[in-house]
């Protein structure tokens, strides 16, 4: 694929690359293929992917040669590898390359082996791993900890392994597909409530239990999204859930360790520690390893979770390793060494939209890990991550289904360790890179009304 590249400056001949079609089209015009062979009946899809890494604005599949640091080496897209400023790695506090962690890593191998050799159900448990659900239920103040082997699987199997045909989930529009695809799965009484609106919530719920009054209402929620950077209002919808007799759930995937006093995320920034009824999250992004977890105050929930989740009933547990760079990573997290290293990534998420604001750039959402830059059309975005790319700034460019048509973005996720300098100048080149692709701006209606239907 490679040698077919076709070398572009959209500066130079944007008409090539809009009449090359690399600009066209978006994943929703391939999601649902017709005909009788499975194997082949993607073609469509493959070539418009062909198509577009040939003119090098497909930024997908790239190999990261090394760890995920500040600076990284990156191969693939449009070329020889290249070293450069990643905001593409989620790895918020540094952690991966800390060097208790890696001896936590090369500790476990030598005296547990790389692999559990089996479900948690059966005989897949470890010290680590018992150390690991103790020391989660601490920080987050529930007592009752699952592990999955990964955090996909801990929000797919959180909803499934409790909800049933007959319940009811209520999920925020922009929830992790892993959360929606696991309300799916369990049950076909799923509302959907615009973004971040407790109002709209409350109408769901009220609706709900006029009708039912037999069968549980699950509320899925998250205490940092993903795309927009943005947080609920956790308090009124513990609330409302006790108000209506629903159970709430909050994925703290990208908050957990990263934010909030003592590194307890979005609920400990609004004093709700111990006051969730669910709390699942992941261990990909702040704690240097796969994983997740699911916690909560009920012991029989956590026993439901234990033979009616699937990746926890049926998958192999958490490695040694893993386990045990979760548990070195958590108490780095969890330590003044960690109060640190969340002020320095603050100071970064300031600095760095400061910088990008100050070039005109919309960057929704509050200073956390994550930065989304605003390009709106999908064209849009795809050269600008092009540009960056040959600039070696690495980005995710991110459109549909991650988010909504027409709401393109870039997602520069950041580093405790990013440098100074190393904001200073990514800035400057996503502000030239978003200008020459045309990046435009969000519509009147921001935040949560871009997504009323």
């Known amino acids: ?9 959209p500066a130079r001949d944007p008409q090539a690359l809009a009449a090359s079609g690399a600009l066209d089209g978006n994943v929703a015009q391939f999601a649902q293929p017709r005909g009788p062979d499975l194997l082949r009946r993607g073609a469509a899809l493959d070539a418009w992917c062909t198509l577009r890494a040939r003119h090098g604005v497909w930024p997908y599949a790239r190999v990261l040669e090394g760890p995920p640091e ?9 070329g020889p590898a290249r070293r450069g400023i990643n905001f593409a790695s989620q790895d918020y506090l540094s952690l991966a390359a800390h060097p208790a962690v890696a001896e936590a890593a090369q500790r476990a191998l030598r005296e547990a082996g790389p692999h559990s050799a089996g479900s948690a159900v059966l005989l897949g448990n470890t010290r680590l791993s018992q150390q690991l659900e103790a020391s989660l239920g601490e920080l987050l103040g529930l007592g009752q900890v699952v ?7 801990a929000a797919f199997g959180a909803i499934t392994g409790l909800v049933h045909g007959a319940d009811h989930v209520v999920i925020d529009a922009l929830a992790h597909a892993s959360l929606r695809q696991g309300a799916m799965a369990a049950t076909r009484n799923v509302l959907v409530h615009r973004h971040l609106d407790c109002d709209h919530v409350r ?7 006029a009708q039912d009054s037999a069968n549980a209402i699950l509320v899925v929620t998250e205490g940092l999204f993903s795309m927009d950077a943005d947080s609920p209002d956790l308090p009124l919808l513990q609330h409302l859930c006790r108000e209506y007799g629903a159970t709430l759930l909050v994925d703290v995937a990208h908050d957990l360790g ?6 307890g995320g979005a609920i400990a920034s609004q004093n709700m520690t111990g006051r969730i009824d669910i709390v699942m999250g992941s261990f990909s992004k702040t704690f240097a390893t796969n994983g997740g977890f699911v916690a909560c105050a009920e012991r029989p929930a956590r026993r439901q979770l234990q033979m009616y989740a699937g990746p926890h009933m049926f998958s192999n547990a958490l490695s040694p390793l893993q386990a045990a760079v979760a548990l070195e990573s958590l108490r780095i997290a969890t ?11 603050l100071r970064n998420a300031v600095e760095l939209r400061a ?3 100050g070039a005109k750039l919309h960057c929704p959402g509050a200073p956390s890990p994550i930065v989304p830059v605003w390009t709106g059309s999908e064209s849009a975005a795809r050269i600008a991550g092009m540009l960056l790319a040959r600039d070696a700034v690495f980005v995710n460019p991110v459109e549909f289904p991650g988010v909504p048509l027409g709401a393109a973005r870039l997602r520069l996720q950041l580093m405790a360790h990013h440098s100074p300098a190393q904001l200073r100048r990514a800035a400057g080149l996503v502000a ?5 692709a045309g990046a435009g701006r969000p519509p009147a209606l921001a935040g949560a009304e871009r997504y009323r239907a």
């Not at 592990?147 to 699987?153: D, R």
């Open 203 to 209: 109408e769901l719920l009220a609706r709900i239990r």
């Open 432 to 436: 030239a890179a978003c200008e020459r």
């Open 258 to 263: 990263a934010l909030g006093p003592g590194g």
């Open 335 to 345: 330590s003044a060494e960690g109060d640190g290293l969340r002020a320095d990534l």
């Open 70 to 78: 500040p600076l990284a080496t990156v191969a693939g897209g449009d």
């Open 1 to 9: 694929m490679h040698n077919e590249l076709i070398p572009f400056d």
């Open 355 to 357: 910088l990008l604001a």
């Open 147 to 153: 592990l999955f082997p990964t955090g996909w699987a």
